[in-house]
């Protein structure tokens, strides 16, 4: 069974803070997409990584991608506020299938 | 550029109704995809389409059709709505299939 799986699913933390969430996946895959959520919005690409060893920064975000491993992170640097979101992640398998994590679901306290 | 649009953004069906949920977008993308998302949830891939003309399913495609008749349009129809169908319901394009663009989303209730 392909799964997409996400830690942690909640995450809270204080402003100023480093953290990391992670993003499992059980089958091979090319090609990983990070993407933002805020409530009741549609999904914005953040990153989308595409061999093994990417590494892609925007910001005080970063994302990195071991494909032997079958792990993705999320690297968040000195959290701001603007930062609360929810973030998924999603792995492309066969071509076009697209299959999103459960997401983490972010929360920066001031 | 409009970008990825979809009507309606809200819906009430009673069960068994039908209704057609539309997906344009004017970015010229090959790709377009149908994906819906539960609450606290993430998105579950429909269908998909990799150009004019050709469909396939993705990972929940019971009770959906879609077509892709032309590159902008692809819209997803559902024919005998059901509880288990409310949802919110979000299309996107892309170039292929590298980043994608998604629509603001309609959110559909079955009563």
């Known amino acids: 069974e392909l799964k997409v799986e996400q830690n942690p699913l909640f995450l809270s933390m204080q402003e100023g803070k480093n953290y990391t969430i992670y993003c499992n996946y059980s089958?091979?895959?090319?090609?990983l997409y990070w993407y933002r959520q805020d409530p009741g919005k549609s999904l914005e690409s953040l990153f989308v990584?595409?061999?093994?060893?990417a590494v892609k920064q925007e910001g005080r975000l970063m994302a990195s991608l071991d494909t032997k491993a079958r792990l993705s992170t999320l690297h968040i640097t000195a959290a701001v506020h603007d930062l609360s979101a929810t973030y998924f992640c999603?792995?492309?398998?066969?071509?076009?299938?697209?299959?999103f994590g459960t997401g983490t679901s972010l929360t920066v306290i001031p | 550029n409009a970008g990825v649009t979809q009507t309606p953004k809200f819906r009430i069906l009673k069960i068994g109704q039908s209704m057609t949920l539309q997906c344009t977008q004017d970015?010229?993308?090959?790709?377009m995809y149908w994906y819906r998302q539960d609450p606290g949830m993430g998105l579950k891939l429909i269908y998909y389409?990799?150009?004019?003309?050709?469909?396939d399913k993705g990972e929940v495609p019971n009770g959906y059709n879609v077509s892709r008749s032309t590159t902008e349009d692809f819209p997803l129809r559902l024919e005998l709505a059901a509880p288990s169908q409310t949802s919110v319901y979000f299309c996107?394009?892309?170039?292929?299939?590298?980043?994608?663009?998604f629509g603001p989303g309609t959110r559909l209730t079955v009563l």
């Open positions: 996107a394009s892309s170039y292929s299939s590298v980043e994608q663009f």
């Open positions: 089958t091979t895959s090319d090609r």
């Open positions: 990584l595409l061999s093994n060893g």
């Open positions: 999603a792995v492309v398998y066969t071509g076009n299938q697209f299959y």
């Open positions: 970015m010229n993308h090959n790709y």
């Open positions: 389409s990799v150009g004019a003309g050709i469909t």
